[in-house]
């Protein structure tokens, strides 16, 4: 006669090589440790993704943010480069939205010292709203650049 089940150890060597202990399925207190595993793994990947994408609320509030932000203090203007890092910063410190951060991409970008007018568009994964960032410069010295940002909804012309 054999031993009834739930008298199988809950932890048993593994007998793939290897001289570790595995949950035992043979035990119900084992079989719901392997169940239990597989659950906790599948909602963390679940977690994962959801917290990977951007509501429009978010969005917009992050965006919204930034650009206040953008205009507090005067910032060093790359003539090449613009202000994308800037706004990516700006974003992130908000603390809106998943930590991926928004899609920036530029849609005009002047090649001058400044003044300058620069166009941005802002996305983020997980929702189809689209933001229009304008920013404007105006020269505080010879190094630094005081903004002037405008967003609006929707895609910026030329992108």
Avoid at 35 to 43: E, I, N, R, T, V
């Amino acid at each position: 006669m054999s031993e009834p089940r739930d008298h199988e150890p809950v932890f048993v060597r593994s007998k793939w090589g290897t001289n570790r202990y595995v949950y035992n399925p043979n035990n119900p207190v084992g079989l719901a440790l392997i169940f239990g595993s597989l659950l906790f793994a599948a909602g963390g990947m679940y977690y994962l993704h959801a917290s990977s994408n951007w509501s429009e609320g978010e969005l917009r509030s992050a965006v919204h943010q930034a650009a206040d932000d953008l205009e507090k203090k005067p910032v060093v203007y790359d003539e090449y480069l613009g202000f994308q890092s800037y706004i990516d910063e700006a974003i992130d410190r908000t603390g809106e939205g998943p930590s991926t951060g928004a899609v920036i991409d530029q849609a005009t970008h002047s090649f001058e010292k400044v003044p300058a007018d620069d166009d941005y568009t802002i996305t983020g994964p997980g929702t189809d709203a689209a933001f229009c960032m304008h920013i404007h410069a105006t020269p505080t010295n010879e190094t630094y650049a005081a903004l002037s940002v405008d967003v609006t909804d929707g895609s910026c012309q030329g992108t």
